[in-house]
């Protein structure tokens, strides 16, 4: 299958800071990614689409302003968690959809702990 | 509103024996199924999908049955080995092409000795 790279893996940051997490296509071009985030022992909760070359489209509750998306180019997209606070630790995922499988192809996660 | 639901939380079955998890969704625009396995920490892998104008689909061990009437489908593990143990995950697309994906609660598999 398709590989899709995730990093970091984990980060631990103070309250306050800002943390970017890479999301890479490594061997094939993505249109569309997608962020994910998961609390324990629950299921994997739609943040909002990421597209090359215009704006991500956020699902509903999911702040804009708090969680920056760029995907500048066709394989990479970036989640910023900006101004992060303790609710926000979390384990996030990314993932890519592959043109005419209709397969989403995930990264290994980053847990993000805020202190 | 969860539209797609994994009743059972957790399954332990066998080696050898046929493992089966189960998939219930609302959603009547769903017509793209696809199961994926998570370990801890890890991201999802994807195993298997399903169309909406198939009723069965099978790769090597692994079988997905979908029954459109019901808005039910369950994958099927045989045999099942140790390494099978994880939690799955269906989710279900409005669309062919899995343009947003709606996750299942997932089930936890474990697979004994």
Redesign the interface.
């Known amino acids: 299958g398709a590989v899709v790279s995730q990093h970091p893996s984990r980060v631990i940051c103070k309250s306050g800071t800002s943390v970017k997490i890479e999301c890479r296509s490594l061997d094939f071009q993505a249109t569309t990614m997608f962020w994910y985030r998961q609390f324990p022992k629950q299921s994997l909760m739609l943040m909002a689409t990421s597209n090359e070359g215009s704006k991500a489209t956020y699902e509903q509750g999911v702040e804009k302003d708090k969680f920056l998306i760029n995907h500048a180019s066709l394989t990479l997209s970036t989640l910023t968690v900006t101004s992060a606070h303790p609710e926000d630790s979390s384990f996030y995922i990314c993932s890519a959809r592959v043109e005419g499988v209709g397969i989403q192809y995930f990264g290994a996660g980053t847990r993000l702990s805020v202190l | 509103d969860q539209q797609v639901k994994q009743n059972s939380p957790s399954l332990s079955v066998q080696e050898g024996r046929i493992s089966i998890l189960n998939c219930d969704y609302t959603n009547s625009m769903f017509d ?1 199924f ?1 199961w ?1 396995k998570k370990y801890p ?6 195993l298997i ?1 399903i169309s909406s104008i198939k009723d069965k689909n099978e790769d090597g061990r692994f079988t997905v049955f979908l029954n459109k009437s019901a808005k039910h489908l369950s994958l099927h593990i045989v045999p099942s080995q140790p390494g099978d143990s994880a939690v799955y ?1 269906c989710a279900a ?1 409005p669309t ?11 089930t936890r598999l474990q697979v004994m000795l």
């Open positions: 793209y696809l994926y920490a890890e991201g999802p892998t994807f999908s995950f697309s062919g092409t899995a343009s947003k994906l709606t996750f299942g609660t997932g």
